[in-house]
């Protein structure tokens, strides 16, 4: 059921928004450190470990990854655009910065690529 899969993402965001928050103070910064990170690093886990160690029905197990599948792209797009015009007016190391990040992450997907894991999918 999809609700099961709502419950946990509502889990992990509130969990990793805590985490975030403490971890802000504990730096000195009033704002949150990384819990969306951590809420999604959450998820993951969690959602990985639901079908190992839990016996749950298909349509649960459909529901959990169906808004695993859908938190990670909506985050991410949310994450990238808060503070990009903060970090476009405070100068060009930021903008170097993000480029250079997104030319890393591009250059390592054919070495990812080629790592196998298991059987081919071609067999």
Not at 16 to 33: H, K, M, T, Y
Not at 70 to 86: G, L, S, T
């Amino acid at each position: 059921m999809v609700i099961y899969g709502v419950a946990l993402l509502s889990f992990c965001m509130l969990v990793g928004v805590f985490v975030g928050d403490i971890l802000g103070e504990l730096i000195g910064v009033q704002a949150n450190v990384g819990g969306v990170g951590i809420a999604m690093l959450l998820l993951i886990v969690l959602s990985n470990l639901s079908h190992q160690k839990f016996h749950i029905g298909s349509a649960t197990e459909s529901g959990i990854h169906f808004w695993s599948a859908m938190y990670i792209p909506i985050v991410v797009a949310m994450a990238a655009k808060q503070n990009v015009i903060a970090a476009v007016s405070s100068g060009w190391m930021a903008i170097v910065a993000g480029v250079a990040a997104v030319a890393v992450s591009f250059a390592m997907i054919p070495l990812l690529d080629r790592i196998h894991i298991g059987e081919d999918d071609d067999s």
